[in-house]
């Protein structure tokens, strides 16, 4: 949004058509002569004699061009100044990791028109946008785990990292308690009172160091709430996914499913919930019930910030009036007195 901080100063642009009428458009002789601000050398005469060998229209052109400038400088005199608005939050957010399954079975294709792993990362967005100041991180983990992004408000950076990440990344495997704790170490950092993860598989824990129980009690002590969500239908199903270390295309029928007395003891030991999401408007509706169940009051206030732009007019300004003053002394051969 845009200001003038001297809006009594637009009131001389009412002075404009005067100043053209007198000094460009004013008649003579019932005839209509183009003349300059001034006549700048020669006596009138000669002026009009010159008028002949001149391109009306390239005078015309400048003098237009010289008009446009003086109104573009008293626009600078009135002060034109953006005005923006930004919220200020003075209660602090909650502090959250989500953390997501890629191993290979979560390129199954029961979640039309995508797989799996797709349909959770489009859901996973939908939950990043409808978040206000919560600093929110992403985990990612297969046979390993990984921290792609640590908590953070810049939500544009996660949900870049958030879509360029892949099945099979991290290896073959599903270690859910190796997620959880690469989760956990980084949320024991912050400083939020709420501290939560949302935990995204479709698989039995099979790979990692630390099982996920014991990395639930561990989120207890530190007084983190864990969501746990078991993705995919049971049955069979048709899965196709590239090994990025070789570029090799599998794909094949898969069967299998989650351990979801595994998944029902973290949620319960943390005070967390656990969910079951047999195809993508489920899963959307859960996202929204953590969402919604999770959500802290906010406080803000409005601050307004003012940055002057005088200096673009001002030289936009001078450069059209320049350029009629050099042009018509250069090329239409006025002389200066």
Known sequence: MWSFEYPAALLLLAL???LIYSTDWQKKSGARLIFGFSIWGNSAAESIRNMD???KNLLIFTRILFWIGVTVLIIAAAGPTKVSKRKIYLTQ?????????ES??????DFKPENRFEAAKSVIKQFIHDRKNDKIGLVAFSKEASLIVPPT??????LDSLKNIHIMEL????????GISIALIHLEKTSSKKKFIILLTDGDNNAGRILPENAAEIARQLGV?????????EGETFIEFTDISTGKVYEGIYKGKFDEKVLQRIAEVTGGKYFYAGDVEMLNTIFKRI???EKIKSITRIKVEKEPEQTLFIIAALFLILFDMIFRKTVLKEIVQ
Do not use: C, E, F
């Open 225 to 233: 709430k864990i969501y746990t969500i078991g993705i995919g239908k």
């Open 104 to 109: 290979p079975s979560m390129s199954a294709q």
């Open 291 to 293: 969402d919604s169940s």
């Open 171 to 178: 290896g073959n495997g599903t270690a859910i308690g190796m």
């Open 93 to 101: 957010g909650a502090d959250i990791i989500i953390v997501l399954d």
């Open 153 to 158: 408000l810049n939500y544009n950076y996660l």
């Open 16 to 18: 404009i058509p005067i």
């Open 53 to 55: 060998r001149t391109p």
